[in-house]
């Protein structure tokens, strides 16, 4: 089992930028591909993008293909998004997931993913 925990949320204007942080603890985080999902009120969880284990695959959501970008940095055990262009749709709790093997190179499946962060609060303001 890895722990995770998100960071970076925050209250942010439309157009602006923001970059969350995910620390992982308890595993091998470079063996396991990372995404992250967003939940916004009354909605269900949705995928937003993830990275292979090694990071050279990325895989993102129409809605945020060209403004977010994921990365990992094995030796800190993190991932990060990097989160431009903003809009107010963007607002969600953002969460942070392993994936349940190593066999998962990137997938949008919530199913795929066994380990789940608290979430951290993006709002964008119009």
């Known amino acids: 089992q890895v722990q995770l925990v998100e960071s970076g949320g925050g209250l942010v204007q439309a157009g602006g930028s923001l970059r969350l942080s995910c620390a992982a603890s308890?595993?091998?985080?470079?063996?396991?591909?990372m995404g992250w999902f967003r939940q916004a009120p009354g909605k269900e969880r949705e995928f937003v993008g993830c990275i292979s284990m090694g990071g050279s695959t990325t895989y993102y959501a129409d809605s945020v293909k060209g403004r977010f970008t994921i990365s990992r940095d094995n030796a800190k055990n993190t991932v990060y998004l990097q989160m431009n262009s903003l809009k107010p749709e963007d607002t969600a709790v953002y969460y942070c997931a392993a994936a349940r093997y190593r066999s998962i190179q990137v997938t949008m499946a919530p199913r795929d993913f066994g380990s789940w962060g608290q979430g951290t609060q993006v709002t964008v303001s119009s």
């Open positions: 308890g595993r091998t985080f470079s063996s396991y591909a």
